[in-house]
């Protein structure tokens, strides 16, 4: 029989101490119900008077919650970034951004810090009033940057060592004197090629922000509508549980619209061949005797500067797929991109020194672009910088779901029950999953791009156990098997077992465990006697029949209000931050270059009109790097690495080269950093120092055009 709750509840409270006496839950109670001491009705209790079944809701308040939340929420997800002709693949993409939310999150929000850093670059290349021409060096540099955070978004041949791999990708994006084998004689052709492909990157970019804003205004809609019936049918448990399925699911727009900040583009498999023949053409190039000895004395570099080049030649380590996939969007796990590290080196080489109008000295700068910072690790350094990514997410998933565990937690019944519980569930597997991830990198990162790899010696002994073994039927059939394993089982590394044995599973098990939340709710499968009940709780389980006017004196209403502000709170910083960050990219990705300029204008008075809201984070991490080189006693740098937005420029902004060979210097003997930059010699750096004087006293107002000058890094 169909439980009636509302008509069992009311006939418990009205004799509660006569014949439903014994029904009465009598255990230990906390808080305000110890105080208030209800009349709260067992488990067992339940069962009897109510029955045992489930009071699903009536069609018309199912179909109300599937217009209000179910809907919307499909209309979301519909909208975020999926690839064509993909099943498999946006079958798993879904499981991870719904299971692994915290670390999706973490990664979209890293390449969009990323693509902002390019970006920022662009923005302070000339003087604050300066928007150069379409055929100046601030434009060619806007192409070189833009690619660089298309490329972020696919991940590298594990095989590839880091370094080396650095300085080729450096060449392909930032030189302008290699010959490309199609090219002849002309010097331009990277350039040209490059021009080429950042205007069809722009062209090919899905735009797709209009529906996504449209899905985004439904889902802010409904929660308004819900936040509007929750505190006006105070009495109403319903609507109240249907509003924290909106707190429940904050997260998600935010995701979707920082998705669209990281866009992918319409054919991310062309655009990888794509950049995968311009970096093999420029490595081909290099490989060329006479290339290399035209660009060396081009330069003004040496052997001794190239003598890393010794492995580009070797097929094995630098295959013709430099990208091997698309991993934009947190589809990858593990992907920390090609742009950080590149970037990290510009702006440590003299960017951040130099501030505003660092394109200015022209050959020297795009020369310490080209050269960059020592980093021994390369494409595999890290920046533990990305902290700040994975606490901003932790802080919007933990405010969203928080929000609805606080509302469902004091909704009667009040504790913790199948809702409240659920939720919790929820966020417990988020961040356990997000734990196994950097507990995996954290154990793997050293060996991920080596063949010695832990299955490679698991599978080696596997197969040695079956050989010193006879040759009887079954040990015959035993190593039939193991040799069609062996293969595959080679084939992997640590973390690929890892994430199709540990991660992808977890995934999938929490974004149904959230399906199932959320669906429960739409049609009332909680309204039975033991989710109804705080079984969940050390205390056991009772019920709750009492409504909210019950406890209105025990600022209930107060509690709702708190949690509804901390939810909206963090939706809504989430919200700016992704609409700050399009508005002030938008500059690097518009396809007409006029409106480019027009959109950078804004962007630059928008920055600096609201600067004032930024002097306050700056002057906090100002502080701690004051404290940090205190406490280390001058161990840490007491200056940021970080290039800094301001309006205007340094009165006497240091010379790149002199502050380039002073660097190398403190980095090391001049073997060893000739060894280590491209082309960081003593004898050219020197030379480039009276190069900068010179320039410096000419003062050029607006970078050479690319019809005027000689070339840019000749000087």
Known sequence: MRPDFESCGRDFL??????????????????????????????????????????????????????????????????APFESNQAWQTILLLARWIGNPIATFSYILWNVKVTGKCALMVDMATRYDEYPSADSDFSLMRDSFFILAIMNQYTVNPTMPPVEAERLLRLALFSNLIRLPDSGDDKAGLVKRRTLLANNLRE??????????????????????SI?????????????????????????????????????????????EKFNDLINDVRTALLDPEVLAIYMKDTETTPEDFSWMHCLGNNSLFPKNFFIGFGGQGRTLWHYGVAHPLLAGIESKFMAEYGRDWLRPGYAARLAIVVGSRNVNGLKMFDPRMVWQISASLLVIGGSVGGAFILSWFTPTVGLG??????????????????IELVIWWL????????????????????????????????????????????????????????????????????????????????????????????WANQGGYI?????????????????????????????????????????????????YGRAMD??????????????????PDAVINLGKLIGHKITRGQSRRERRSLVWTATCKKNPPLIGASMEAGLRM?????????TFMSGGRRSLSGLTGKMKRNRATSLQVPPSIHQRRDLEKG
């Open 204 to 225: 090919n970019r899905k735009k797709g922000v209009v529906p996504v804003f449209v899905s985004f205004l439904w889902f802010v809609f409904s929660l308004g509508l």
């Open 599 to 616: 959109g950078l204008k804004q962007t630059r008075r928008f920055k600096k009109h609201t600067i004032f809201v930024r002097k306050i």
């Open 544 to 592: 709750d029949f009492e409504t909210y006017d019950f406890y209105t004196g025990q600022a209930i209403y107060l509690i709702w209000s708190i949690a509804t502000g901390v939810s909206l709170l963090v939706m809504s910083l989430g919200l700016l931050y992704v609409a700050f960050e399009y508005c002030t990219q938008s500059h690097l990705s518009t396809e007409h």
């Open 444 to 535: 793997t990162h050293e060996s991920t791009h080596t063949p010695d790899d832990l299955v490679v010696r698991l599978g080696s002994k596997l197969e040695q156990q079956i050989s010193s073994h006879g040759t009887s039927n079954e040990r015959l059939s035993i190593w039939r098997w193991a040799q069609g394993i062996l293969p595959w089982l080679r084939s992997l590394t640590v973390r690929d077992v890892m994430e199709k044995a540990i991660i992808r599973p977890l995934e999938a098990a929490n974004s149904v465990w959230l399906f199932y939340i959320v669906f429960a709710q739409t049609l009332g499968a909680y309204q039975t006697c033991d989710c109804m009940a705080t079984t």
């Open 14 to 79: 009205n004799h509660s101490k006569d014949i439903y006496s014994d029904y009465v839950y009598h255990g230990p109670l906390r808080g305000f119900l110890k105080e208030l001491k209800p009349s709260l009705i067992t488990v067992q209790g339940c069962r009897e008077l109510c029955g045992t079944g489930t009071e699903y809701y009536p069609w018309k308040d199912s179909s109300n919650t599937i217009t209000t939340w179910v809907l919307p929420i499909i209309g979301l997800l519909v909208q």
């Open 418 to 435: 199948c809702r409240s519980g659920g939720y919790l569930v929820y966020f417990i597997g988020a961040n356990a999953l997000i734990f």
């Open 667 to 675: 980095q090391g003997t001049e073997e060893q950093w000739r060894n």
């Open 228 to 272: 509007d019936l929750a505190f006006t049918d105070i009495g109403s448990n319903q609507i109240a549980h249907n509003l924290a399925i909106g707190f429940l699911m904050g997260w998600l727009p935010i995701l979707v619209l920082a998705s669209t900040v990281d866009r992918n583009l319409v054919s991310a498999e062309a655009i990888r």
